[in-house]
Every structure is written in structure tokens, then in C-alpha cells.
Antibody, heavy 123, light 107 residues
Framework: QVQLVQSGAEVKKPGASVKVSCKAS????????IHWMRQAPGQRLEWMGWINVGNGNTKYSQKFQGRVTISSDTSANTAYMELSGLRFEDTAVYYC????????????????WGQGTLVTASS | DIQMTQSPSSLSASVGDRVTISCRAS??????LNWYQQKPGKAPKLLIYDASNFDTGVPSRFSGSGSGTDFTFTISSLQPEDIATYFC?????????FGGGTRVEIK
């Protein structure tokens, strides 16, 4: 079945970087985008950015510009999100998600989500 | 950024009740609005996309309506398994933004 499986929980010190992976299966990886969101405890979801896996183009939220890098490895059907310069307030569950339809359609609604990866920034 | 404001932030209703949640955008987003359900410790689940379209397998008691800046999500007959937080998401413009959520409980 179609699924996204993320890497495990991470604990990092402030100032460090973290890289979360998102392995896709059950569909043609290069036909869909992958978006990354995060949810801090008790907070609303925040969109971080997305990658067009077909051509590698990326777009980031201005809030994370300069600190986040989204990439993909099509040979491994895996997308990655790297966040640098971690701060205490970056502690959150990070999700990858796939839109409901392929790159050629305009609906940006997420019907396939990874299970989430807890990233904790702690000294 | 487009701000998404949901109300109420929480509600308590009885099984079988009709439940309505509001989502207001800070600017016109046409019909580019989705609704999700999230249970504790789980990833969100898409229920409604493009304001009123059901995702596959979503029970018909869930529905969405609206366009422009004002949107409504309705559960026609609340069931025990509907206990969750519901939130909206706009995709008219980047950055994508989400509502703050409505926690639905059983009275």
C-alpha cells in the first residue's frame, strides 16, 4: 500500500543539525511532491517547505529559509529534511506528507502522511 | 501569510448531535481549503479537500462548505470515534497555513 515511513526520534543539542528521512513505497515516487510540516507541543501545524521530486525543485517557508534543506534520493525513494542551527523552540514532531494527486494537479491536500518524527532540542 | 482562524477551539456534544466548526481566512482563498482530523499521537487524516470534496472512504456524516473567506465543517451525527481535533488548511498561497484546531469531545 501507499505509505511514507520516517526515521526515528532524535535528540540534539541547540546549534546542531538534524536530518529526518521519509521513505516512500507503493507509488511512483517521482510523480508526486513531498511536503514537510512540523507540530510543536500544543501548537498548530507549520508548513516548512516542499520538493518536486520529479525535478528536484524546492520551495521553503520564509520562516525557515536559510536553516532548512529538503532533498530527495530517487534511487532510494526517500526524501529528507535537514534543519540546522537547532533552537529549543524547534522541539516538535516533524511530518512528511504526500499530496492527494500528482505534480500535474493543483490540489495541495495531504492524504498520505509519515508517522512523524519527534525532534527534541535539549542541552 | 494567510491567517486561518478556527472557532470554537473546543466543543462538547452528545452522540448523535450535529457539530459545526468554522474556519475563517484572512483573505479570499476561493475554495482552496482542506479539513483534517487528528487523534492524539497520530498523523492528521484528510477528510475534505477543496472545501467540499470527500477524500476516499470518508464517512458521509462529514461535510464541508464555503468559499472566499468563510468555511464550515459539519459532522451530521457525532459518533464516539469522532473524538479528535479537527483543523483546516489553506493552499491558495505559500506558505501553506493551518487553523489552530477544534477539539471535539463527547458530553
Amino acid at each position: 500500500q501507499v505509505q511514507l515511513v520516517q526515521s526515528g526520534a532524535e535528540v540534539k543539542k541547540p546549534g546542531a543539525s538534524v536530518k529526518v528521512s521519509c521513505k516512500a513505497s507503493g507509488y511512483t515516487f517521482t510523480s508526486y511532491a513531498i511536503h514537510w510540516m512540523r507540530q510543536a507541543p500544543g501548537q498548530r501545524l507549520e508548513w516548512m517547505g516542499w520538493i518536486n521530486v520529479g525535478n528536484g525543485n524546492t520551495k521553503y517557508s520564509q520562516k525557515f529559509q536559510g536553516r532548512v534543506t529538503i532533498s530527495s534520493d530517487t534511487s532510494a525513494n526517500t526524501a529528507y529534511m535537514e534543519l540546522s542551527g537547532l533552537r529549543f523552540e524547534d522541539t516538535a514532531v516533524y511530518y512528511c506528507a504526500r499530496p492527494i494527486c500528482s505534480l500535474s494537479c493543483h490540489y495541495i491536500a495531504f492524504d498520505i502522511w509519515g508517522q512523524g518524527t519527534l525532534v527534541t532540542a535539549s542541552s | 501569510d494567510i491567517q486561518m482562524t478556527q472557532s470554537p477551539s473546543s466543543l462538547s456534544a452528545s452522540v448523535g448531535d450535529r457539530v459545526t466548526i468554522s474556519c475563517r481566512a484572512s483573505q479570499d482563498i476561493s475554495s482552496y481549503l482542506n479539513w483534517y482530523q487528528q487523534k492524539p499521537g497520530k498523523a492528521p487524516k484528510l477528510l475534505i479537500y477543496d472545501a467540499s470534496n470527500f477524500d476516499t472512504g470518508v464517512p458521509s456524516r462529514f461535510s464541508g462548505s464555503g468559499s472566499g473567506t468563510d468555511f464550515t465543517f459539519t459532522i451530521s451525527s457525532l459518533q464516539p470515534e469522532d473524538i479528535a481535533t479537527y483543523f483546516c488548511q489553506q493552499y491558495d498561497d505559500f506558505p501553506l497555513t493551518f487553523g489552530g484546531g477544534t477539539r471535539v469531545e463527547i458530553k
